[in-house]
C-alpha cells in the first residue's frame, strides 16, 4: 500500500519533470523568432539512489522570474518552487518556497542570491505523523564560462527546517558544440543524515528551447547510524536527470 501510493506521487513527478518540461519546450520554441529576450525560467529534476540499499528518490521544480523582463541581465529575481523526497520504509518530505534575490550577470557568467520563507511537512507513515515547519530559505548560485570550451557552476541552499543543506559543484568540457562532459560532486543533509555524492555529468542537450542534463555516479552516507531516524541509503549508486526551460 505504502509502496504504491509513493509510486503514484513519483510517477506524478516524473511526469511534471520531464512532460511536462518538454510540452513547454515545445511553445517556447514557437515563440523563439519573436521574443529574444527571456524573463521567465522552469528548472526541475529528479534523482534515485539504487541498488544495495532501500530506494531513494527526490526531485525539484522551480519557476525564477526576473520582473526587469530579461534573464541575461543583471535585476532582481522572484522564484516559487518546491521539492520532494522519500525512502521506501521512511518518511516522504515536501518542500515549498519563495524567494526572493537579486541576480549579478556579465556575458556568460552570473551569480544569484536569494532568501525567502517556505514551508516543509514531513510524513512519517508508519507513525502515522505528518509534522508542518515553517522555514527561512536561502540559496546561491554561480554559473560561468572560465574558456570557450569549459564551464563551472556551484549552487548551494540552506532551510531552518531541521536544517536542510544542498551544495553541489560542477564543472564540464566542451566535447561537441554546447555539449559539455565533466565532474559532479554534491553533498546533502539535515539532522537527521549526511549524504555525499560524486560522478560526472553531461549536459547541454538541447530540444528545442529546453535543455537537458543527465548525471549518475556513486553515493554514500557520511552519518553515523545513531544520528539517523530512519532507513537511508548507506552506500551505493545514483542517476539523475534536470531540465531547463526559457521562455
Known amino acids: 500500500m505504502l509502496l504504491r501510493r509513493e509510486l503514484t506521487i513519483w510517477t506524478m513527478i516524473v511526469w511534471t519533470t520531464f512532460c511536462g518540461g518538454f510540452a513547454a519546450a515545445s511553445k517556447?520554441?514557437?515563440?523563439?523568432?519573436?521574443?529574444?529576450?527571456?524573463?521567465?525560467?522552469?528548472?526541475?529534476?529528479?534523482?534515485?539512489?539504487?541498488?544495495?540499499?532501500?530506494?531513494?528518490?527526490?526531485?525539484?521544480?522551480?519557476v525564477l522570474f526576473a520582473p526587469g523582463g530579461d534573464l541575461d541581465k543583471s535585476g532582481l529575481?522572484?522564484?516559487?518552487?518546491?521539492?520532494?523526497?522519500?525512502?521506501?520504509?521512511?518518511?516522504?518530505?515536501?518542500?515549498?518556497?519563495?524567494?526572493?534575490?537579486?541576480?549579478?550577470?556579465?556575458?556568460?557568467?552570473?551569480?544569484?542570491?536569494?532568501s525567502g520563507v517556505g514551508v516543509q511537512s514531513t510524513h512519517f507513515t508508519g507513525h502515522r505523523v505528518r509534522n508542518v515547519n515553517l522555514e527561512w530559505a536561502s540559496s546561491?548560485?554561480?554559473?560561468?564560462?572560465?574558456?570557450?570550451?569549459?564551464?563551472?557552476?556551484?549552487?548551494?541552499?540552506?532551510?531552518?527546517?531541521?536544517n536542510e543543506y544542498y551544495s553541489q559543484l560542477d564543472a564540464?568540457?566542451?566535447?561537441?558544440?554546447?555539449?559539455?562532459?565533466?565532474?559532479?560532486?554534491?553533498?546533502?543533509?539535515?539532522?537527521?543524515?549526511q549524504q555525499g555524492r560524486v560522478g560526472a555529468k553531461?549536459?547541454?542537450?538541447?530540444?528545442g528551447s529546453a535543455e537537458l542534463?543527465?548525471?549518475?555516479?556513486?553515493?554514500?552516507?557520511?552519518?553515523?547510524?545513531?544520528?539517523?531516524d530512519h532507513d537511508s541509503v548507506v552506500n551505493g549508486a545514483f542517476v539523475g536527470a534536470d531540465v531547463s526551460v526559457r521562455y
Request: no cysteine; hydrophobic share 40%.
Open 28 to 62: 517556447a520554441a514557437d515563440n523563439a523568432d519573436t521574443e529574444s529576450a527571456q524573463s521567465i525560467e522552469v528548472d526541475s529534476g529528479i534523482a534515485a539512489g539504487i541498488p544495495f540499499s532501500p530506494i531513494q528518490l527526490d526531485g525539484y521544480l522551480n
Open 77 to 114: 529575481r522572484l522564484q516559487v518552487g518546491g521539492q520532494g523526497g522519500t525512502f521506501i520504509q521512511g518518511p516522504t518530505e515536501a518542500q515549498a518556497n519563495f524567494l526572493l534575490g537579486y541576480s549579478f550577470a556579465s556575458g556568460d557568467n552570473s551569480l544569484t542570491l536569494m
Open 140 to 162: 546561491a548560485e554561480l554559473d560561468t564560462k572560465p574558456t570557450q570550451s569549459t564551464t563551472l557552476s556551484a549552487q548551494a541552499s540552506y532551510s531552518t527546517a531541521l
Open 172 to 193: 564540464g568540457y566542451a566535447v561537441a558544440k554546447d555539449l559539455y562532459l565533466g565532474p559532479f560532486v554534491a553533498f546533502v543533509g539535515d539532522d537527521r543524515f
Open 202 to 207: 553531461f549536459f547541454g542537450i538541447k530540444f
Open 213 to 228: 542534463g543527465l548525471n549518475a555516479g556513486y553515493l554514500e552516507d557520511l552519518g553515523k547510524p545513531s544520528d539517523r
